[in-house]
Nanobody
Framework: QVRLVESGGGLVQAGGSLRLSCADS????????MGWYRQAPGKQRELVAEDISGVKANYADSVKGRFVISRDHAKNTVYLQMNSLKPEDTAVYYC????????????????WGQGTQVTVSS
């Protein structure tokens, strides 16, 4: 059984920083990939960043150069360091784990956290 627990969200002014953390509090599974998605009000959920086996990291174009994803494999934990935050970064951020390939160029994540709110004020 897997239970992803996020922490670190909150309210911050534009230009500020936040660090999100996510840990699997139940299992000792070593995931092939972990990542972060976000969903803003009225918008679709989108990938923010993902770490694939500690070898490759993918980022949304909107956060490149500002956000950094990192993992502690020993603790089965993933972090998202968010710098130079903008009001448009306001969203619920979801931790994900266990990337499953559906076909050529298609994949999904098997496990999701409950989400943590990030609000950036202007």
């Amino acid at each position: 059984q897997v239970r992803l627990v996020e922490s670190g969200g909150g309210l911050v002014q534009a230009g500020g920083s936040l660090r999100l953390s996510c840990a699997d509090s139940v299992s000792i599974i070593s995931f092939n990939a972990m990542g972060w998605y976000r969903q803003a009000p009225g918008k679709q959920r989108e990938l923010v960043a993902e770490d694939i086996s500690g070898v490759k990291a993918n980022y949304a174009d909107s956060v490149k150069g500002r956000f950094v994803i990192s993992r502690d494999h020993a603790k089965n934990t993933v972090y998202l360091q968010m710098n130079s935050l903008k009001p448009e970064d306001t969203a619920v951020y979801y931790c994900t784990a266990d990337r499953i390939r559906l076909g050529i160029g298609a994949y999904e994540y098997n496990f999701w956290g409950q989400g943590t709110q990030v609000t950036v004020s202007s």
